[in-house]
Nanobody, 124 residues
Framework: VQLQASGGGLVQAGTSLRLSCTVS????????VAWFRQTPGKERGFVAA????????FYEDSVKGRFTISRDNAKNTVSLQMDSLKPEDTAVYFC??????????????????WGQGTQVTVSS
């Protein structure tokens, strides 16, 4: 299984960025997908997740209303649209997939496969 994340970059505060993650080797429709982020010296933290049905996304409180997770099972891709970016959103962003039904989507330990990470830097 391979996950390839892309779309990171350097942007100014208040602008938007769209991250993409392509999954190969497994059918995305069978998995929960999520985005995490990590800054130096800190643990990888939950950002957003979409269950296998895609019916109800979950977000970390600080990104609610600004970030949108979406999935295209036909293309085996998951995206993270990030709007109104803030300097505190600066991090390496990772995509991950886990079992279709998870009792708790937020711990990184719930996910089995990870992408390599893409850097997002938001300047003030």
């Amino acid at each position: 299984v391979q996950l390839q994340a892309s779309g990171g970059g350097l942007v100014q505060a208040g602008t938007s960025l769209r991250l993409s993650c392509t999954v190969s080797g497994r059918a995305l429709r069978d998995y929960t997908v999520a985005w995490f982020r990590q800054t130096p010296g800190k643990e990888r933290g939950f950002v957003a997740a979409s269950t296998w049905s895609g019916s109800r996304p979950f977000y970390e409180d600080s990104v609610k209303g600004r970030f949108t997770i979406s999935r295209d099972n036909a293309k085996n891709t998951v995206s993270l649209q990030m709007d109104s970016l803030k300097p505190e959103d600066t991090a390496v962003y990772f995509c991950a997939i886990g079992r279709p039904i998870l009792s708790n989507l937020r711990p990184s330990s719930a996910y089995s496969f990870w992408g390599q990470g893409t850097q997002v830097t938001v300047s003030s």
